[in-house]
C-alpha cells in the first residue's frame, strides 16, 4: 500500500464493518500467513466496478486464495456473470478451490498455470480482467488479456505504483520492476490516452477502458 495513504486507508477500513464470516476468515488467514490479498478498500472499489459495469465475463491473473476472486464472483452473479482466474501456485491454486467451493459459488472456473502461457490459450471474450500477479509481467498480462477484452470492456490493474517505489527511493533488487513498470504507465498514457486513469489508492490502481 502506498505509504502515504495509510491514514487514509486505516480510517476507510475503520468504516467498513465487513459481516461476512467466510471473507473475514480469509482476511485473518491471509494475515497471519502473509499472502498478498488486495486491500480492503481497494476490494470495496472491486466490487462496485464489477457491478456497475453489470459484468458478465471476468479474468483474474493472480488467484491467490481466492479471495478478490470471491468478491468478484459473487458481484457479478446477478448478471449471470462467471469468473476465470489463473494462478501459478499450486498449493495456493488448491487452497482457492476449497475457498470457492466454501463459498458456495458454481460461476468460476480456476486454472491452475503460469498466466503467461494460460491467457493465451484462452478463447474468450471477457468484460472484466483483473490483474493482480507478478509485477514483472504487467505488461504482457496486460497485452494479452485486452486482446481477449470486449468493447467498453475494463482492464483494473492493481499494485501498479508498487509501494510508491515509482516516485521514491526504493531498494536496488527491485530496480527491474520499477522501471518497467513505470515504462508500463508511460505506454497507457500514451496509447491509451482518456481512456486511461491511474488512481493512487491502495497500492495504485490503473483503470483502463477498451
Ligand atoms: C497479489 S496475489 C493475488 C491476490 C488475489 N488477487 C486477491 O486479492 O485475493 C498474486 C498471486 O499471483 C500469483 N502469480 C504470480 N505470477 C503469476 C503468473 N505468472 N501466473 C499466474 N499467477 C501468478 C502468485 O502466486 C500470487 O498468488
Do not use: Q, W
Not at 102 to 112: C, E, M, Q, T, Y
Not at 122 to 145: N, P, T
Amino acid at each position: 500500500m502506498l505509504e502515504e495513504l495509510k491514514e487514509a486507508n486505516s480510517y476507510v477500513v475503520g468504516k467498513i464493518k465487513e459481516k461476512d464470516e467466510l471473507i473475514l476468515e480469509l482476511e485473518e488467514y491471509a494475515r497471519e500467513n502473509n499472502v498478498p490479498i488486495v486491500t480492503k478498500e481497494v476490494a470495496e472499489y472491486l466490487k462496485f466496478m464489477v457491478d456497475i459495469n453489470k459484468t458478465t465475463n471476468i479474468l483474474e491473473v493472480g488467484t491467490a486464495i481466492g479471495y478478490s476472486g470471491i468478491l468478484m464472483a459473487r458481484a457479478c452473479e446477478k448478471y449471470n456473470g462467471k469468473l476465470t482466474t489463473i494462478e501459478i501456485d499450486e498449493v495456493r491454486y488448491k487452497e482457492a478451490l476449497e475457498n470457492f467451493k466454501k463459498a458456495g459459488l458454481n460461476n468460476v472456473n480456476a486454472i491452475f498455470g503460469d498466466a503467461t502461457d494460460e491467457i493465451k490459450k484462452l478463447d474468450e471474450e471477457f468484460d472484466f480482467v483483473f490483474i493482480d500477479a507478478s509485477k514483472g509481467h504487467y505488461r504482457e498480462f496486460f497485452e494479452d488479456s485486452y486482446k481477449l477484452l470486449k468493447k467498453d470492456g475494463i482492464i483494473f490493474i492493481d499494485n501498479i505504483m508498487f509501494r510508491g517505489y515509482l516516485y521514491k527511493e526504493y531498494p536496488k533488487r527491485f530496480k527491474t520492476i520499477v522501471r518497467k513498470l513505470d515504462e508500463f504507465i508511460t505506454y497507457l498514457y500514451e496509447e491509451f490516452g482518456e481512456n486511461f486513469a491511474l488512481l493512487p489508492f491502495g497500492d495504485g490502481i490503473g483503470l483502463l477502458k477498451k
